[in-house]
C-alpha cells in the first residue's frame, strides 16, 4: 500500500521560475514531513521539513506548505535555479516508528 | 565529520549467489536505516535497527536480513539473489530512536546488479 502519493513524476521549469511538487498522505498518523534532494551518484539528503501543527515553513528559497484537513503537502522552489535540477523525494513518518516513508521521486529539471 | 560510508560501491551477483552490503552510521548515530531504491520505485524501507536490536522491517521477503553490531555499522545480507533484486540500496543514520527529526543522513548507496 502506497501510502504518500507524488506528482508530478517530473517537471521542467524555466530558470527563475517556481517549481511546485505535490504529495498526499493517507496515514493521518503520520507527524513529520521532510522533503530529500537527491543528485545523481548521490543518496538523498534532508531539505527541509515541517510538522502538522504549523502551515508554511520556509528556508531560503524552499517553502513547505501544509494542508491537514486535505492530507496534502507541498515543496516551493522559488527563483529556480539549474542548480536545483535533481529528483526530490517527499517523505512521512509517525511518533514511535522512526522509519521513513516516501513518495515516488519527482525529476526536476531547470532549463536556462 | 565523515558522513555515511557504504561499502562496495558496485557490485554484480549472479541469480541465486548470496551478498552482503556494509554500512558505517555517521559517529554519534545509533540507528541504522536500510532502503532499496529500484528504479522508478522510489526509495523502499527495508530494515531499522537501533541500540543493536531490530525494531523494524519492511515488506520484503526473509531472505533479506541484517544485523547493527556494537559500534552502531550495519551490515544488508540477501540470500538466494533474483534479478528483480538489483537496485540501489541505501543506508542511512540518525541519532536514535525518538531523535528522528534531526534528520537522517544517507550515503551513497551500493549499485546492486543481478544477471
Known amino acids: 500500500q502506497q501510502q504518500v502519493k507524488q506528482s508530478p513524476q517530473s517537471l521542467i521549469v524555466q530558470k527563475g521560475g517556481i517549481s511546485i511538487i505535490n504529495c498526499a498522505y493517507e496515514?493521518?498518523?503520520?507527524?513529520?514531513f521532510p522533503w530529500y534532494q537527491q543528485f545523481p551518484g548521490k543518496g538523498p539528503a534532508l531539505l527541509i521539513a515541517?510538522?502538522?501543527?504549523?502551515s508554511e515553513k520556509k528556508e531560503g528559497r524552499f517553502t513547505i506548505s501544509f494542508n491537514k484537513s486535505a492530507k496534502q503537502f507541498s515543496l516551493h522552489i522559488m527563483d529556480s535555479q539549474p542548480g536545483d535540477s535533481a529528483t526530490y523525494f517527499c517523505a512521512a513518518s509517525h511518533f514511535g516508528n522512526e522509519k521513513l516513508t516516501f513518495g515516488t521521486g519527482t525529476r526536476l529539471t531547470i532549463i536556462p | 565529520e565523515a558522513g555515511v560510508t557504504q561499502s562496495p560501491t558496485h557490485l554484480i551477483k549472479t541469480r541465486g549467489q548470496q551478498v552482503t552490503l556494509r554500512c558505517s552510521p555517521i559517529?554519534?548515530?545509533?540507528?541504522v536505516y536500510w532502503y532499496q531504491q529500484a528504479l522508478g520505485l522510489g526509495l523502499q524501507f527495508l530494515l531499522w535497527y537501533d541500540e543493536g536490536e531490530e525494531r523494524n522491517r519492511g515488506n520484503f521477503p526473509p531472505r533479506f536480513s541484517g544485523r547493527q553490531f556494537p559500534n552502531y555499522s550495519s551490515e544488508l545480507n540477501v540470500n538466494a539473489l533474483e534479478l528483480e533484486d538489483s537496485a540501489l540500496y541505501l543506508c542511512?543514520?540518525?541519532?536514535?530512536?525518538?531523535?528522528?527529526?534531526?534528520?537522517?543522513?544517507f550515503g551513497s548507496g551500493t549499485r546492486l546488479t543481478v544477471v
Open positions: 515541517i510538522r502538522p501543527d504549523v
Open positions: 559517529s554519534g548515530h545509533t540507528s
Open positions: 542511512a543514520s540518525s541519532r536514535g530512536w525518538g531523535r528522528r527529526e534531526s534528520g537522517y543522513t
Open positions: 496515514n493521518t498518523a503520520f507527524d513529520y
